[in-house]
């Protein structure tokens, strides 16, 4: 069973920014693809962005595009930077692991992280 492992979140300003990391501690996941996702209270998990095990493939949700971007250290570490955050970005994120990024967008999920709280505040 992996175990990943989400850090960075926090209470940020609307406009600020904040940097997600997601690492697997004692294993790396080259071969995986690796998303995020957010869950916000009273809605249900959504993807929020994607990246291919080669790296060469990304992928956003509408209300993040040209904000979010997704990023990997090869098999180490996966980040999430996100710029531009709005109070709709408030949401537990969760890192997860899966085959491709279109298998990601489906919700066909090998692991799970345990999330971190991201708050916007106006």
């Known amino acids: 069973q992996a175990h990943l492992e989400e850090s960075g979140g926090g209470r940020v300003q609307a406009g600020g920014s904040l940097r997600l990391s997601c690492t697997a501690p004692?294993?790396?996941?080259?071969?995986?693809?690796m998303g995020w996702f957010r869950k916000a209270p009273g809605k249900e998990r959504e993807f929020v962005a994607g990246?291919?095990?080669?790296?060469?493939?990304t992928q956003y949700a509408d209300p993040v595009k040209g904000r979010f971007t997704v990023s990997r250290d090869g098999g180490s570490a996966v980040y999430l930077q996100m710029n531009d955050l709005k109070p709709a970005d408030t949401a537990v994120y969760y890192c997860?692991?899966?085959?491709?990024?279109?298998?990601?967008?489906?919700?066909?999920?090998?692991?799970w992280g345990q999330g971190t709280q991201v708050t916007v505040s106006s």
């Open positions: 990246i291919q095990w080669s790296g060469d493939i």
């Open positions: 004692g294993r790396t996941f080259n071969s995986w693809s």
């Open positions: 997860a692991a899966g085959g491709t990024v279109a298998q990601l967008t489906k919700g066909e999920i090998f692991y």
